[in-house]
Structure formats: C-alpha cells, structure tokens
C-alpha cells in the first residue's frame, strides 16, 4: 500500500522548513526510553506545564516519524514526518494525521514545532517541541495525557519522492509516561531566550 500525503505533489506541502534550526542551548533531557532496542530508536523528552520537548535518534537515513495516539492505533495519530531531500538535502517536517487507513495528510496548523535535524553516522536526528494540550486548537491534534499515552513510532530506511509508502515501514506503538518523568529541565518554553541559528541542511 502506497501512503499518500495528498492527489497533488508531495511537495507542495513543504514550505515550513527549507533550513533547520541548530539550537545553541545544550541538550539537558531528564528522561530516556529505548524504543527499539539495540539503538535503534531512542527517546529522550522534557516538559513543563504546557510543552513538551523531546529528541528522537533514529538508525536510518530515510524517513521518521513519531505521533500520539488516541486508542492504540497507528492510523489515530497525531504525528509528525520528518526527512531530508535526498535532491536538495532539505529537511521537511510536516505535521500531519491519517485520512482512514491509507492517506496521510498535513494538518492545516503545524502545531508540531521542529528545532534541530540532522544526519549522522547513519543516524536521523530530530528534537522538537509541541504543547501538551492541543485538542482545542486543532481537530486532528491528540492531547498528551498524564498517565500513560500510547505513541506511535515509525522509519524507512528510504526518503520519500511522491509519496510515502507506510506499509513497508518500520513501525509499533508503546506506552510510554511521558508527563510522569523526572522533569528537570532548561527553560525551552520561553523561545524569547533561546538564540537561533540557521544552517542549510546537510546533503545526503
């Protein structure tokens, strides 16, 4: 099964990022989980009050994806895909959810927030922020519950072109108590503090 992001052109989506943004605050994550084993897929996360932060190393050079889910299933997330051009080397991070089983479309409002991407050592590097509650804002979006939430996780070892193929992929979900971590974390909720720096994307 070929996942569709859309009829038209993939592409006519990504206009969010063109450069990714390298954070020049350090990476002080108080909590860890490793999703896949050995060193496959690695979480580690923050949150405040109203927002999470969290990382994710992925051993692929294709596509990535992580989502919160609302009963368990893959096609209920809200999620984010993330990927480098293999053409231009650009990265593309799209916040998106699932039409039925088959089609995966953008969200109208990118509430998923990219901070840093990269490529390394056969690994895909994606941190990224988003608030917890977002069930108000937007109808595709899932709030994150106290407890423990059920997300999504998926990889292909290739970028997509014209469509992305989630059938093939690499993919589960798990539970995992994101708001009941350790939770000491820098001051990532106020961006006013956080000084930006934009560097084009790494080619493949």
Same mark, same amino acid.
């Given at each position: 099964m070929q996942i569709l992001f859309s009829n038209i052109n993939l592409f006519h989506f990504v206009f969010i990022f063109?450069?990714?943004?390298? $954070? &020049?605050? %350090? %990476?002080?994550?108080?909590?860890y989980v490793e999703i896949v084993s050995p060193n496959i897929y690695r979480l580690w996360w923050n949150f405040t009050d109203t927002n999470i932060t969290a990382k994710i190393e992925v051993k692929t050079l294709g596509w990535v994806s992580f989502g919160i889910t609302k009963d368990g299933e893959?096609? %209920? &997330?809200?999620?984010? $895909?993330?990927?480098f051009n293999p053409i231009s080397g650009k990265t593309n991070f799209i916040d998106s959810h699932f039409k039925g089983d088959s089609i995966i479309l953008p969200d109208e409002l990118q509430n998923w927030q990219l901070l840093d991407a990269y490529e390394a050592d056969g690994y895909t590097h994606i941190k990224f922020t988003r608030y917890i509650e977002l069930s !108000?804002?937007?109808?595709?979006d899932v %709030?994150?519950?106290?407890?423990?939430?059920?997300?999504? *996780?998926?990889w292909s070892t290739v970028d997509p072109l014209t469509?992305?193929? *989630?059938?093939?992929?690499?993919k589960g979900t798990i539970n995992i108590p994101l708001? !009941?971590?350790?939770?000491?974390?820098?001051? *990532?909720?106020?961006f006013s503090n956080i000084e930006y720096h934009?560097?084009? &994307?790494?080619?493949l």
């Open positions: 063109t450069f990714y943004k390298r $954070v &020049s605050t %350090d %990476d002080i994550f108080a909590n893959i096609t %209920d &997330s809200d999620l984010f $895909v993330a990927w !108000n804002i937007d109808q595709y %709030d994150i519950e106290k407890g423990t939430p059920m997300i999504s *996780y998926a469509y992305l193929n *989630y059938e093939t992929a690499k708001l !009941n971590g350790l939770n000491e974390i820098p001051n *990532y909720n106020n934009y560097y084009p &994307s790494p080619l």
